[in-house]
């Protein structure tokens, strides 16, 4: 982003506005978005670094859809861990759950919702830390947001980000397009804190 688009978002959020996005900046951003001040600050941590990293700070519609994603997955950044069982990924060989229990054991992690055992493998083999012996960390907001970061990047999200394109970005992220409604609410809602 660009240091006055970054001054705009300072502005939006009631921050100093010096045009250098921080950790303060975006646990603020955060907070604005659903998460209490421990899990907003938490998520900064992460954020700060691995925003850069993956290009999710080059633009300003790159973060909006990155915001407005990972707040509808993990119900405005409250939980790191899906609500539900994982019993409904039981035996997904498309998610690479094939032994018994791993439904259960790799279900959605993290503000993008890591889901089945293939995932846990690779993401955690591409960040160096074993999430296939150990789930449970994916759950950490500043592990999972590395993962999510890297998950948005692997896919190719920036891009349709760039393009405004929700639900291209759903259909990546979901499979479908679950959720799109407020999906696309939360993406407003980020755009207008950012744009």
């Excluded at 592990?143 to 760039?162: F, P, R, S």
């Excluded at 609410?185 to 950012?194: E, F, M, Q, S």
């Amino acid at each position: 982003m660009t240091p006055d688009q970054s001054m705009r978002l300072q502005s939006n959020l009631g921050v100093p506005a010096d045009g250098v996005i921080g950790r303060g900046t975006l646990a603020i951003l955060f907070a604005r978005m659903g998460a209490d001040p421990a899990r907003a600050a938490e998520l900064a941590l992460g954020a700060n670094v691995h925003f850069r990293t993956f290009g999710i700070l080059d633009t300003p519609m790159r973060l909006a859809h990155f915001m407005g994603q990972c707040a509808h997955e993990s119900a405005g950044f409250v939980y790191m861990e899906e609500i539900a069982s994982g019993a409904a990924y039981e035996g997904r060989a498309d998610l690479g759950n094939t032994q018994a229990g791993d439904g259960k054991r790799f279900k959605g992690r993290g503000p993008i919702q890591l889901t089945g055992r293939a995932n846990y493998r690779r993401y955690g083999r591409d960040i160096g830390i074993d999430l296939e012996g150990h789930p449970e960390i994916a759950a950490v907001p500043s592990i999972g947001m590395l993962t999510a970061c890297k998950y948005w990047h692997d896919q190719g999200l920036n891009e349709l980000a760039d393009a405004d394109d929700v639900p291209a970005i759903t259909r990546r992220i979901n499979g479908g397009v679950n959720g799109l409604a407020d999906r696309m609410a939360r993406t407003a809602k980020a755009k207008g804190l950012i744009l």
